[in-house]
Each structure stands twice: as C-alpha cells, then as structure tokens.
C-alpha cells in the first residue's frame, strides 16, 4: 500500500517511518550518501522519516581506546560524554547529505529531543522519548529528523549512553513512541536466515519471523539484531525489517519480523542458533539439602554471571553408606568471560560458609547449539528428531536445556558446525 493512503501521524501530515543504519552501513562518506538514498526514497513515497545512526564503523572503538589510555579507572560521565560523539559526527554528515539533496533534514542529539534515560552510565535504560520538539519540527515541513543513536540524557542532565546494540534499541523505541508503520534496520546482511550462511551453505533467507523466535535467536547467539531491541519491539508490537544497506531494496525485502499472527503458516522450526563463546562449570559433591539452589545461584547472580543451562545429578560419592544420595553435582553453562567471575562467586561463598563443594571443574571447549521455532508448541517429537540428527553424526550432548520454542545442547566445541549442519538438514530448513 502506498504511504499517501495511510493516516498521518500525529506531528506532520504524512505516515512516519523509522530507519537505522549501523556502523558499516555509515562508515565512509560514500556510504552515508548510499544510505541517504534510502532515505530519500522512503521520502518521495509519501514517509516523513526518523533515521536513528551508529557512529562510523570503528569510531567507538577508537574512542573507547582514547578514554582507556587517558584513565585506567575512568569517570563513567565522561566516558560516556567521548563514546557518545561518535554518533553525533554521524548524525550532522547524514543531515548534511539529505539537504544537500533537497530534503528538509536537521540533525538530533539525545539531549535534543531529549531521550530521557535512567543514570546507569554505560547502560542507561530509556525512561522516556517525548514527541514534541521532533512533531513540532515536522509540522514545520521537515521530512527527515536524522538521530543520534546509543545515547540519551539522565536525570541530573549527563549524557548518557545505552551499552552494546543501543542504536538498534534506540530505533525500535522511537518507533514504539511515534507510532510508526514500521522500523526497517539497515545492517551489512540481507535479512535473517535459518542459520548462518558461513557455516551452512543451505541456509535460507526467511522472508518472516515471529517475535519470539527472533529473541530466541538472538539470544542464543545471532548477531543479526540485539536481544534488547527485539525484546522493546515485542513488547509494543514494532513491526521490524531486517535489510541490507549495500542491495537495491524495495518494500518486499529483507526479514520482517512480526506478530506471530502475522505468519499464516509457519515451520516446526525456523532456525538454528550457535553460541561458540560457552563454558560448563560443574561443582562436585555438594551437599543435597532445600536451599543448595539458591546458595549457588544467588552469588552467581550478585556477581552479575549469566547462567543459562543448569544440571544437577546424584553424585557418585556419598557422605556415608548409610545415606546414599546426600550429595549432589550441580552443572550450569556461562559465557567464557564470565568464567573468572563465576569462579571467584563461588569460592567466596565456600570461603562464607554458604556452600560446600570437593571440587570445582571448569570446560572452556564446549559450544551450545539451539533449535527455535514457534511450531514446537504444536508439535511433539522435535527433541527426538534433534537427538536422533546429532547421534546420527557421533555427536555427544553434554547438557540439554529447552523452553517452549527452543531446545538447546551444549556439545564439544570441534562438533558445532557439523552439528547445525545435521541439524539443518535434519528439520529441512533449506525448504521454504
């Protein structure tokens, strides 16, 4: 449907649309004039347009390295107020294009509008994004109101910034508070497929997706969109398109991630997800009494260690022969930079009395493989299917984990590829 034919939003006459161009896609001069296109064409269909950009490819990790070698134990403000510039460059070159082309543009710092966030510098959280300077701007006969994204203004009037994939969390929240039709995120792939195409040659571009199986995903590992912003779109219903920024792209492409209303009729499972960066901690014989659970896991969780897959078995020794089963091995899965933290967790609490254990053994050379699909609601025996794909191939499960629309195992590191390959295959994922 042409945007002309669709109620205007609340600051100009015309539909709004949100668009979002990551680092690559904004890394040189060529490629913000590429992406100023893309914006131009939204705008002469008819969309008054917010575009939210990254810093250019590079640029935060540059500056990021500035603030380190000036301050080991650095102001978290003012690493903020340095990180957060590198979107602000981005933000007056995109606007500086778009007039250049005739488009009535100007450029937002989140102090701007304001983005109103909370004061966790680093990892700020939105609060609020009032609409009024940017409706105002539109009422004016602005077309384009080009943002900067990751960054926003805390209580006390610091600029914040939001941590990993804030662009991306800014779009989907801007979105959710204009109203708009859609959020399209410009990325350097095409959309999202039913795994990584570098590891399996068979993977398919899905041409939807539904919410929950796009927070699955990426979750258990997909790069394509950051857990936060899915998490933001499921919530307020944010229609998402993944695309790409380097192809000719048009109202039909990419990756729409939607409502699962929205998908007539989906597969069993739509993917298959990998996460090489996983650890198996397991604690040996530990005492079996109400309580063990929570003295394991509530310092896990103080110390700001995400555990995901969790075992616990009958240990092989006991305290005595007359009460067998008295002791306990207890196994849970983290990401490998959480190893060190989740070790020191768990030898303070031994140190505190709070738990005791023989031994504590780490394994740095596992890798979690997953399955997801809203069709496993309706559906029995996928869990026997995977198995069967993965024994098939020699492949030993070491821990197993499932949700609703998941089931996920943490195998040997050196088997991963052949297992999302198996796995591929096995649920035919390169079939539409």
């Given at each position: 449907k042409d945007a002309r034919e669709i109620r205007g939003h609340a600051g100009g006459s015309m539909p709004l649309l949100v668009m979002k161009f990551g680092g690559t896609s904004v890394a040189d001069l060529a490629r913000i004039e590429n992406a100023?296109?893309?914006?131009?064409?939204?705008?002469?269909?008819?969309?008054?347009?917010?575009?939210?950009?990254?810093?250019?490819?590079?640029?935060?990790n540059k500056l990021v390295g500035y603030v380190e070698g000036t301050s080991k134990l650095y102001d978290a403000r003012e690493y903020d107020a340095v990180v957060a510039s590198g979107?602000?460059?981005t933000a007056g070159l995109m606007a500086l294009r778009l007039q250049e082309m005739g488009i009535p543009a100007r450029s937002w710092q989140g102090w701007q509008v304001p983005i109103q966030t909370t004061a966790q510098h680093g990892s700020a959280r939105f609060v609020d994004i009032p609409r009024a300077n940017i409706d105002a701007k539109f009422k004016e006969g602005f077309k384009v109101a080009v943002v900067a994204g990751f960054q926003g203004v805390s209580p006390e009037g610091r600029i914040t910034t939001l941590g990993r994939g804030g662009s991306d969390t800014t779009a989907v929240a801007f979105a959710a508070a204009f109203g708009a039709e859609r959020c399209d995120i410009y990325t350097d792939v095409d959309g999202v497929y039913t795994t990584d195409p570098r590891?399996?040659?068979?993977?398919r571009k899905l041409e939807k997706i539904a919410f929950e199986e796009m927070l699955e995903l990426a979750s258990l590992g997909a790069k394509v969109l950051q857990t936060r912003s899915v998490e933001l779109a499921m919530r307020y219903k944010v229609r998402l398109r993944v695309l790409s920024s380097f192809e000719d792209t048009d109202e039909n492409s990419g990756t729409l991630v939607c409502d699962e209303e929205e998908i007539m009729e989906s597969k069993v499972v739509s993917g298959v997800?990998?996460?090489?960066?996983?650890?198996?901690?397991t604690l040996f014989t530990i005492e079996d009494r109400p309580g063990v659970a929570s003295a394991i896991f509530g310092p896990l969780a103080d110390a700001g260690v995400n555990v995901d897959m969790i075992v616990q078995n009958i240990s092989e020794k006991d305290y005595d022969d007359a009460h067998p089963g008295a002791v306990t091995d207890m196994t849970f899965s983290c990401p490998i930079n959480q190893v060190e933290r989740a070790k020191k967790a768990m030898e303070d609490a031994k140190a505190a009395g709070k738990i005791g254990y023989d031994e504590l053994i780490v394994d740095t050379d596992v890798a979690k493989v997953s399955v997801v699909g809203i069709g496993m609601r309706s559906h029995a025996g996928v869990a026997a299917k995977m198995f069967n794909a993965l024994a098939a191939e020699g492949i030993n499960i070491k821990v197993i984990s499932t949700s609703e629309i998941k089931i996920s195992v943490l195998i040997d590191r050196k088997y991963m590829e052949l297992a999302v390959q198996a796995l591929h295959d096995a649920f035919d994922l390169d079939k539409a």
């Amino acid at each position: 449907k042409d945007a002309r034919e669709i109620r205007g939003h609340a600051g100009g006459s015309m539909p709004l649309l949100v668009m979002k161009f990551g680092g690559t896609s904004v890394a040189d001069l060529a490629r913000i004039e590429n992406a100023a296109k893309k914006v131009q064409k939204e705008v002469e269909r008819g969309y008054d347009v917010i575009v939210i950009v990254s810093a250019m490819s590079g640029e935060t990790n540059k500056l990021v390295g500035y603030v380190e070698g000036t301050s080991k134990l650095y102001d978290a403000r003012e690493y903020d107020a340095v990180v957060a510039s590198g979107e602000n460059v981005t933000a007056g070159l995109m606007a500086l294009r778009l007039q250049e082309m005739g488009i009535p543009a100007r450029s937002w710092q989140g102090w701007q509008v304001p983005i109103q966030t909370t004061a966790q510098h680093g990892s700020a959280r939105f609060v609020d994004i009032p609409r009024a300077n940017i409706d105002a701007k539109f009422k004016e006969g602005f077309k384009v109101a080009v943002v900067a994204g990751f960054q926003g203004v805390s209580p006390e009037g610091r600029i914040t910034t939001l941590g990993r994939g804030g662009s991306d969390t800014t779009a989907v929240a801007f979105a959710a508070a204009f109203g708009a039709e859609r959020c399209d995120i410009y990325t350097d792939v095409d959309g999202v497929y039913t795994t990584d195409p570098r590891v399996s040659s068979k993977a398919r571009k899905l041409e939807k997706i539904a919410f929950e199986e796009m927070l699955e995903l990426a979750s258990l590992g997909a790069k394509v969109l950051q857990t936060r912003s899915v998490e933001l779109a499921m919530r307020y219903k944010v229609r998402l398109r993944v695309l790409s920024s380097f192809e000719d792209t048009d109202e039909n492409s990419g990756t729409l991630v939607c409502d699962e209303e929205e998908i007539m009729e989906s597969k069993v499972v739509s993917g298959v997800a990998f996460s090489r960066e996983e650890a198996k901690i397991t604690l040996f014989t530990i005492e079996d009494r109400p309580g063990v659970a929570s003295a394991i896991f509530g310092p896990l969780a103080d110390a700001g260690v995400n555990v995901d897959m969790i075992v616990q078995n009958i240990s092989e020794k006991d305290y005595d022969d007359a009460h067998p089963g008295a002791v306990t091995d207890m196994t849970f899965s983290c990401p490998i930079n959480q190893v060190e933290r989740a070790k020191k967790a768990m030898e303070d609490a031994k140190a505190a009395g709070k738990i005791g254990y023989d031994e504590l053994i780490v394994d740095t050379d596992v890798a979690k493989v997953s399955v997801v699909g809203i069709g496993m609601r309706s559906h029995a025996g996928v869990a026997a299917k995977m198995f069967n794909a993965l024994a098939a191939e020699g492949i030993n499960i070491k821990v197993i984990s499932t949700s609703e629309i998941k089931i996920s195992v943490l195998i040997d590191r050196k088997y991963m590829e052949l297992a999302v390959q198996a796995l591929h295959d096995a649920f035919d994922l390169d079939k539409a």
